[in-house]
């Protein structure tokens, strides 16, 4: 019976959401630089209804099973795993859902400039949970009629250095660099981090 | 009771026939992003429940496979497949590596790994 005893080479896990509303191409981005097909995580939560001021408990909370887009992108040279996981669409299910949040490293927020609305709750959602995020503005060939001190200034930005890409959802090479982003934002955190 | 009808087109299996009748929590906690993997082939008991062993031929050494991705390819919600590979992890079936500490993500070294090989991808 062959066992396997060297957890020293396993991959080690590193979780990054992909977040920004509903619509606005997380599944396509999880495709895109995904080394496994797409694949769909679904998950049973529940919220306290809002509209309801129900004493009992039981009927003032509403259950609903959401799913995340799943990929993963194996760094054997770093040896670890990217697990990229996008977010429900349901906002208020998942803000409470702190299972999603616990370990990440970061976020992509992507956002349609047509409809910047639909991602401030991520991009507030972020900056008060303290987790850093990237903004991906994403459009067909990386073309905005905005720049991106006009995209950060609509989403009030609490952190103005919060970097904005122009992306195309289906360029892997796009959304590699979204990542790169995101990891020399990590390191710079970090370095500031130590230096204090 | 049906369970939502309007999205299953088969029937899942109950938890208690996959966990051998156990319903108590495991002791081992399991999240999303913890990566599992085989601790014995999937042959080697005889008698194991197919869904067992299919977890088992799914998650081979030294890659295996996040609970999510289980999850998913099992056709099983997150909750019950935690319980689930949680009483694996108790019988010794299989492995799991937590995902890193939040203290790595201040980690320069590693995060400067992780970006140099990202930007070879």
């Known amino acids: ?196 | 009771m049906p369970d939502d009808p309007q999205h299953r087109d088969r029937r899942r299996t109950r938890l208690y026939a996959l966990t051998d009748g156990r319903t108590a929590a495991p002791h081992t906690v399991l999240t999303m992003d913890t990566t599992i993997t085989a601790a014995v082939a999937a042959d080697a008991h005889g008698g194991l429940p197919t869904e067992w062993q299919a977890i088992l031929s799914m998650c081979p050494a030294p890659d295996g496979r996040a609970v999510a991705e289980i999850a998913a390819r099992m056709h099983m919600r997150l909750t019950p497949m935690t319980v689930l590979l949680g009483e694996l992890v108790d019988r010794g079936l299989i492995h799991h590596r937590p995902p890193l500490e939040g203290a790595e993500t201040t980690n320069v070294h590693l995060l400067m790994r992780i970006r140099d090989s990202l930007a070879h991808l």
Not at chain 1, 116 to 124: E, I
Not at chain 1, 153 to 170: E, F, S
């Open chain 1, 1 to 196: 019976m062959p066992t396997y005893d060297t957890p020293a080479r396993e991959a080690a896990p590193v979780k990054i959401l992909i977040a920004g509303g509903f619509g606005v191409g997380k599944t396509t981005l999880v495709e895109t630089v995904s080394e496994i097909e797409p694949l769909r995580t679904e998950e049973r939560l529940t919220a306290a209804g809002a509209a309801v001021d129900d004493l009992d408990g039981i009927e003032s909370k509403t259950v609903t099973t959401v799913a995340m887009d799943f990929g993963r992108i194996t760094l054997t040279d770093a040896g670890v795993v990217l697990y990229l996981f996008g977010t429900p669409g349901q906002e208020r299910f998942w803000f409470m859902w702190d299972d999603l949040l616990n370990g990440a490293f970061g976020a992509v927020v992507l956002v349609d400039t047509r409809r910047l609305d639909r991602s401030f709750p991520a991009v507030d959602f972020f900056e008060s949970r303290g987790l850093p995020f990237v903004v991906g503005a994403n459009c067909f060939h990386g073309e905005q009629p905005y720049t991106a001190e006009e995209i950060g200034a609509a989403l009030h930005l609490r952190d103005p250095n919060t970097p904005i890409l122009m992306l195309d959802a289906r360029s892997r090479d796009d959304v590699r660099d979204a990542l790169l982003a995101l990891l020399d934002l990590l390191i710079a955190k970090a370095g500031t981090a130590a230096a204090v």
